[in-house]
């Protein structure tokens, strides 16, 4: 039997294998590699330009190394942090061009709701050019979902031109993903090690499960401060239509013997408008712009209103709770908001349901009158019976929080930070309207793909997994004798437990912080268009995209922008031995590949200082024989990156066909 003592070598006892090869050997080769830099062929690009006279080319580097940063690394294998940090230099710049990103399509989970990351780009103002693409800076405004069933800040979001073909990866359970054919996944493989491992999109294949992470509701009482939605919200209520009149022209015009109805004509303004004009004339009180004022959101004893809008209004603070949620669970199934061509203050709330669904109809009204004290009128119609309510701020609440049309409904995101009760209310909601029972599972089925994704969500923070499936009708068909078009239609499927077993029916595999879901098919897709990537502020590098963990841009401050300050060979070895002194267990060269020779430089120097930590040469393997041969007996531990293993693939990707 062998003991892990066999494989430990204690501090002690450890000797650098550049002690072994000595400071005089190594200021020879520092001298060999510094030489070279005239006419630089340290990595295998051989771009032959004079780095000594700070000429550079793709890795973009002069004489001197630019560090980005050095600290004690908690973010390494297990094995190379210890308990002190593994001491990382990170050097900017980089010999390659690594280019990853998503469709713009793709929903990411963020703490603002589901977001398509084209979206997110679009939202962040300040885009900034970087290597033939865009980069702009979040800031941590917005939070991000990932792999580790937490939240990070988004640095930045990136966007480039890609044309070729996307992978399209479908698992069994979520929605499908389309990505670059480089951008890494986090998968486990069906047989052999269990832990995630990242897996770039064209690798993957169905011996590989998928990584879905959970999520847990926030637990939180929530509270919705009403005035500051419908103030930020869309669409805002508009002046009336039609062009301005002093109120010369208007007295001149109510002087004369016409109706409304002709004088809005003549206006362009609405008949009800010019009622109300009329008598403001008739009062001495017509305002010299006769334009009404621009939607304002007012507060007045506890209540809010637009000011074009009448009194009441509608409460400034609400509670998210399990009355409010059904009730916005049942929107999203059977609500509506209109307002009447060329009246575009008219907002009005309808519920529309069955002509046999009376309890629903019964609650919906009674929960809109206690919720908000206003006064909803049942209208029974053909096919339809209607609850509804004309007041423009109740109507535009609804819109802000859950979408107008039905394709345009999505879930609420200020559920994500409700308790598991609440969240809970409002699924129950959307069942109650457009769920049905399979018996294995209740479906609920929608137009709005966003809704749908929303819906898978609150399926996974309730602890379970759902199935998100989409059909394509024909594109017409015809109803009660009129030809109409059909969208897509989504499907939600949330399992139901078996009464006998306690268990869900499933595929998947479930752990303690995610989902395992089989991949069901991985096919090619042609694409020319934009494509979008991440930086996260997390050390697992992840975020949630389409609900699957993938992995997101990382070091693109000092790989691709060269942030860092450039250091004398002096200032290199002090690095060094300020990270031995804050105790790490060795020192860690990050992209270290360009900058071989300034590495030699500076090595004799901590020597002479007390350097006695290993290296570590963490590449991103893209080196030359020559250079590995200047590191040979320097280096104790090698970690290269494994990237790509085509030629043709590497030459798209990375610019380097060899």
């Known amino acids: 039997m062998i003991t892990d003592t066999a494989f430990t070598v204690r501090a002690r006892e450890f000797e650098p294998a550049y002690l072994r090869l000595g400071v005089g050997a190594i200021e020879r080769r520092a001298e060999e590699a510094i030489a070279a830099l005239s006419s630089c062929q340290v990595c295998p690009r051989n771009c032959r330009v004079d780095r000594l006279r700070d000429k550079t080319a793709v890795c973009k580097s002069g004489r001197y190394a630019l560090v980005g940063s050095h600290f004690p690394h908690f973010g390494e294998e297990d094995c190379l942090r210890g308990w002190n940090g593994s001491g990382t230099i990170f050097f900017s710049w980089c010999n390659l061009r690594c280019v990853f990103c998503l469709h713009p399509d793709t929903l990411v989970a963020t703490d603002q709701g589901l977001v398509r990351i084209g979206e997110l780009f679009e939202q962040t103002p300040g885009a900034v050019e970087w290597h033939g693409g865009w980069v702009r800076f979040v800031h941590g405004k917005v939070g991000v979902a990932t792999r580790t069933a937490g939240w990070a800040p988004v640095a930045k979001v990136f966007c480039h031109h890609f044309a070729g073909d996307l992978i399209r990866v479908k698992p069994f359970n979520c929605p499908p993903l389309l990505l670059t054919p480089n951008h890494e996944v986090f998968a486990v493989p069906k047989t052999g090690p269990s832990d995630p491992v990242r897996v770039r999109a064209e690798d993957l294949k169905k011996d590989y499960y998928l990584v879905v992470p959970k999520h847990s509701p926030g637990g ?12 930020a919200g869309a669409p805002r209520l508009q002046a009336s239509p039609g062009r301005r009149h002093l109120a010369e022209e208007l007295a001149q015009l109510f002087s004369e013997p016409r109706t409304s109805r002709e004088l809005a004509a003549i206006t362009g303004y609405h008949p009800a408008y010019v009622r109300k004009l009329r008598g403001q004339w008739r009062r001495d009180l017509l305002p010299r712009d006769a334009v009404p004022k621009a939607a304002v959101v007012i507060e007045e004893g506890g209540r809010v209103r637009f000011r074009v809008e009448r009194r009441p209004g509608i409460p400034a603070r609400l509670t998210l709770d399990e009355r409010l949620a059904w009730l916005l669970g049942i929107y999203c199934a059977e609500g509506h ?23 629903l109809v019964e609650r919906t009204r009674r929960l809109l009158a206690d919720l908000f004290a206003v006064h909803p009128r049942v209208y029974a119609r053909r096919t339809t019976v209607t609850v509804e309510v004309g007041k423009a701020s109740l109507a535009l609440l609804f819109v802000h929080l859950c979408g107008k049309s039905a394709r345009g409904k999505q879930v609420p995101p200020q559920l994500a930070g409700a308790a598991r009760n609440v969240v809970r209310a409002f699924l129950q909601g959307v069942v109650d309207g457009d769920g049905c029972d399979r018996g294995t599972h209740v479906v609920v089925n929608t137009v709005s793909e966003r809704l749908a994704a929303g819906l898978f969500g609150i399926g996974l923070l309730l602890g379970m997994l759902p199935s998100f499936h989409r059909w394509d009708a024909a594109p017409k068909t015809v109803i009660e004798g009129r030809e109409v078009n059909q969208a897509p239609l989504y499907y939600v499927k949330f399992p139901k437990e078996d009464p006998r077993s306690g268990k869900r029916h499933s595929r998947w595999q479930e752990r303690n912080d995610y989902f395992l879901v089989p991949i069901h098919k991985v096919t090619r897709v042609p694409y020319d268009g934009p494509v979008f990537n991440l930086e996260v502020d997390d050390l697992d590098h992840s975020y949630v995209a389409s609900f699957v963990a993938v992995s997101n841009c990382q070091n693109f401050d000092i790989s691709q ?33 360009h900058v071989v020779p300034q590495i030699l430089e500076a090595l004799p120097l901590a020597i002479r200082g007390g350097l006695r930590l290993p290296i570590v040469y963490n590449t991103s393997a893209y080196d030359s024989l020559e250079s590995l041969r200047w590191m040979d007996w ?8 494994f990237k790509v293993w085509d030629g043709a693939v590497a030459k798209r990707y990375l610019k380097a066909p060899d």
Do not use: W
Request: with cysteine.
């Open 220 to 231: 939180l009482t929530v509270e919705l401060n009403v005035h500051d939605l419908l103030s």
């Open 337 to 359: 908001s209109t307002s009447q061509k060329g009246r575009p203050n008219s907002h009005r709330l309808i519920f529309s349901f069955g002509r046999r669904e009376t309890g």
């Open 561 to 593: 922008k060269g942030e860092g300050a450039a250091v004398s060979p002096e200032r290199l070895a002090g690095m060094m031995l300020e990270l031995q002194a804050r105790g790490c267990h060795n020192i860690n060269f990050v992209t270290p590949e």
């Open 634 to 641: 320097i280096v104790d531990i090698y970690m290269p990156d």
